[in-house]
């Protein structure tokens, strides 16, 4: 059995927790996409474990983690990751696989993000500032990427740094009135990367055929959520990558023909980071309230996330275009205490009522969201283990999501830990 953990909304939808809990039953965990824009956590024991770019299943010791081709991988911060694993006795010697065509994040692509997001004043993305954007436009661009295989040839890889730097240099004076970078310090980096990294880089395409072949079951763990997807999510505030199911063919190698099961994780309501319209936001005393009861600030960046009511448009867009199977929902807990608790069902654009998910962003800025209102519920959730022995207000609120996005809600979040999760 072949599955995928996909995000169904902006990002930080629980992915990480229902990784760690399916990777139980799983041999190997992929991640195929972003890079340590990525925040996922999970909470084991006293434990709480944020990954940026290691698959949620390290945590579990007999699980082979895989950084698969369209990851864009930041060498010190996954090295630092690998040592804080290790820190806790959870070694990633000969379960580690990283893809030789995954490209590499350098300082220079932070340097670039960071100032090109100073530059555009109000106009900015918001990104998380880890040289995303600036990675993968090198991709595209071709001629002055570096891969993990570039780690393999260091004397070519001195010269290309040459030339990267260069260019790079001539834009950030250019444009930017900023200092240059250097390639030999850059060069020292890579040395030391390719010292600790180059043993764990593979052709990881051939190892998942081979062991899909050999019948072992692997979990896709996609990183950021569907609705920020390059192609396919709230253009230009989306990530750079193909954050939605689609992107797990072209990140892993690996067609969707051979996954059998297609799961998304979606919050009992919405956040978002970073700019970008959000037609349920609630920039008020309940996103206020959602905000501080479910510790909604960012795992990579720490900064407070825009809260808001579910939406339930949004969502059914995500569940289309990614096949989704079931529904993980997470959070419910986070809205325990809440008089009433609504549910986007249609959006008004220019006094149409629409239920599609716009494609065009500038129309989704201009969404009236129309809503749902069911009756909150005051009791503590977050130790129950049945759906029925939630309160029935709560039961009512996941059977009208169910309702309006047509899938099975079949876990339930109730808490960040293991243990806090309702199996249906
Ligand atoms: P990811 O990026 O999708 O993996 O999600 P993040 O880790 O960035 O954010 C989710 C946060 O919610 C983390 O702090 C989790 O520990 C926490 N969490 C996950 N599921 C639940 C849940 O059902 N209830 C509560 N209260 N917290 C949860
Ligand atoms: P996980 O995997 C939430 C958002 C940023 C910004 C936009 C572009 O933890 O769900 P980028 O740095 O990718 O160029 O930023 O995307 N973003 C995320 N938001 N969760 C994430 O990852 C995100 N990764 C990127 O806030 O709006
Ligand atoms: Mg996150």
């Not at 090198?138 to 030339?163: I, P, Q």
């Not at 990183?223 to 063919?249: E, K, M, R, Y």
């Not at 059998?260 to 970008?276: C, E, L």
Request: proline residues 4%; neutral net charge; charged residues 25%.
């Amino acid at each position: 059995m072949n599955s995928c953990i996909v995000g169904l909304q902006w990002g930080d939808e629980g992915k990480g927790k229902i990784v760690d809990i399916l990777a139980e039953n799983h041999d190997i965990v992929v991640r195929y996409n972003g890079g340590a824009n990525a925040g996922h956590t999970v909470v084991v024991g006293d434990d709480k474990f944020a990954l940026h770019l290691l698959p949620s299943g390290a945590i579990r010791p007999n699980i082979i983690c895989v950084i698969a081709n369209a990851v864009v991988v930041d060498p010190e911060t996954l090295l630092e990751e690998i040592e804080t694993l290790a820190q806790k006795n959870i070694t990633l010697t000969h379960r580690l696989l990283i893809s030789e065509n995954a490209h590499i994040v350098l300082d220079y692509h932070k340097k670039e993000d960071r100032l090109r997001e100073e530059s555009l004043g109000k106009y900015k993305l918001g990104t998380t500032i880890q040289g995303i954007g600036p990675c993968y436009a090198d991709k595209v661009g071709r001629s002055h990427a570096l891969r993990m295989c570039d780690l393999r040839d260091l004397k070519n890889l001195r010269a290309k740094l040459h030339t990267i730097t260069d260019y790079k240099n001539k834009i950030f004076a250019a444009l930017y009135n900023s200092e240059p970078i250097s390639p030999d310090k850059i060069f020292e980096k890579c040395k030391s990367y390719a010292d600790k990294l180059l043993p764990f880089t593979t052709d990881t395409t051939e190892f998942l055929h081979r062991s899909i072949a050999a019948g072992k079951s692997v979990l896709f763990e996609g990183a950021q959520g569907t609705l920020l997807d390059i192609d396919h999510g709230t253009f230009p505030f989306v990530t750079s990558s193909n954050s939605s199911a689609l992107g797990i063919s072209t990140g892993s190698g690996v067609p969707v023909k051979m996954l059998d099961k297609f799961i998304g994780v979606a919050k009992a309501y919405s956040t978002r980071v970073g700019a970008g319209p959000f037609p349920t936001e609630q920039d008020n005393q309940i996103g206020q309230y959602i905000r501080d009861k479910g510790s909604e600030y960012g795992t990579t960046t720490g900064r407070p996330r825009r809260c808001g009511w579910f939406d339930a448009v949004a969502v059914s867009y995500s569940i289309t275009i990614g096949a989704i199977d079931s529904v993980a929902l997470m959070h419910l807990d986070t809205l325990t205490g809440l008089n009433e608790v609504k549910i986007c069902r249609a959006y008004e654009i220019n006094g149409k009522e629409i239920s599609f998910f716009p494609a065009n962003t500038t129309k989704l800025a201009q969404a009236n969201p129309i809503y749902e209102t069911v009756t909150g519920w005051q009791d503590d959730i977050t130790d129950v283990k049945d759906f029925h022995d939630l309160p029935t207000n709560a039961q009512n609120y996941v059977v009208l999501i169910e309702e309006m996005t047509g899938k099975p809600v079949t876990i339930i979040g109730v808490g960040p830990k293991r243990a806090q999760t309702i199996f249906r």
